[in-house]
């Protein structure tokens, strides 16, 4: 990496950056995931997240690369046994 700009990911297979699409997708996830986080305890945190998740795939409005793009925006943030837990929930909605 020799700067900022032209950095990507370790785990981006084709080192490619995510499309614009997919970002708002990400961003608007987010967003959901934060309006609904205000008072609320890690089991509804975790619950609300896997709703609404469920219900973007099943209505097509909510992809792999979305999910994937969430896991990678909020990975870094958590420790090592949130992170796994992440992922093996990212995993489970993949597979819907």
């Not at 297979?13 to 986080?37: F, G, R, W």
């Not at 409005?61 to 994937?68: E, K, P």
């Not at 420790?79 to 990212?90: A, M, N, Q, S």
Request: hydrophobic share 30%; aromatic share 6%; charged share 30%.
């Amino acid at each position: 990496m020799k700067d900022f700009k032209s950095y990507t990911p370790e785990n981006n297979e084709n080192n490619e950056p995510p499309k614009s699409e997919e970002m708002n997708n990400t961003v608007e996830l987010a967003k959901k995931v934060s309006q609904a986080m205000n008072g609320k305890s890690q089991g509804q945190l975790l619950g609300t997240i896997i709703a609404e998740a469920e219900k973007g795939k099943r209505n097509g409005t909510l992809t792999n690369a979305d999910l994937d793009n969430f896991y990678n925006t909020l990975a870094p943030l958590v420790d090592g046994f949130k992170r796994k837990k992440l992922k093996e929930v990212i995993n489970r909605l993949k597979s819907i």
